[in-house]
């Protein structure tokens, strides 16, 4: 799989400007305007929503490792540590690593670690309970990507462990997207300064769309099962989460 050098770049300037509004872009949000316990709440919502759903359509399996992939400053992974009895998250983005380790220092059960996005080489195969990652495949270069790493994550999970995970299926608003981030590159290689262009509505963030078929492959090609899959729309997106068990 490619290595995404220069994504690991954007989302550490990112980090290092407006960190908890690269994680959750609401526009009010913008310009560190995020109160930090709001901001907690947002990922235990979303979590316990998660749990619940996970319990009614039947899943009890074992609770002793979560990995939520692209974990930012630890929004989820937070949320998720109180289920598990050890939550790793691991992110692309150095300083997004540092900020989740300080932001939740004391937080039991709860790490962070950086990895070299193209693999999740950190973690043994077949040991992971649920796999979760949210707000993260969106922002991949393309779905090829995206599929190669729903692949790794099935590899990671243990015999009865759940995968869940959300896609932009609906490609209208990534295209225009896909436009204003053309300008930030051309601004950024004239010399433009990465606040500046913050400042100015302007970002590095990519929007990618994954094509249903393409899932659907994998979900065939893996075995997993379909415990649901839910579509929803979320501002411009038309998005789709999956719930995924591994048999056994
Ligand atoms: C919009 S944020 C979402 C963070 C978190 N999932 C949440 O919902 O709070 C996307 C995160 O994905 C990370 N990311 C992007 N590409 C990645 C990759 N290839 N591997 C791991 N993390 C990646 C970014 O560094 C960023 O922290």
Known sequence: MQRFGSSSRDWDELASMDPLWAVLTLNDKRGNRWDIE???????????????????LGWNGARELAV????????????????????????ISNKMVELARDLNAGVSGLEFERIDGATIDAIQSGTVDMVHTILVLQHLPNATQAIGYLHEFERILRPGGVLVFDIITETRWTYRLRARRRLYRILRVAGVAPERLHAKGLTSMTMTSVPVQDVDDFIRESGLEVLLIDDQQKGSFSKRFYYLRKPG
Do not use: K
Request: charged fraction near 30%; glycine fraction near 14%; aromatic fraction near 12%.
């Open 68 to 91: 939520d992939f692209g974990c930012g400053v630890g929004r989820m992974s937070r949320a998720l540590s109180p289920y598990f009895d050890r939550t790793v998250g691991v992110d």
């Open 38 to 56: 709001e901001f907690w709440e947002t990922g235990r919502d979303q979590v316990d929503a998660t749990m619940g759903l996970l319990e009614r």
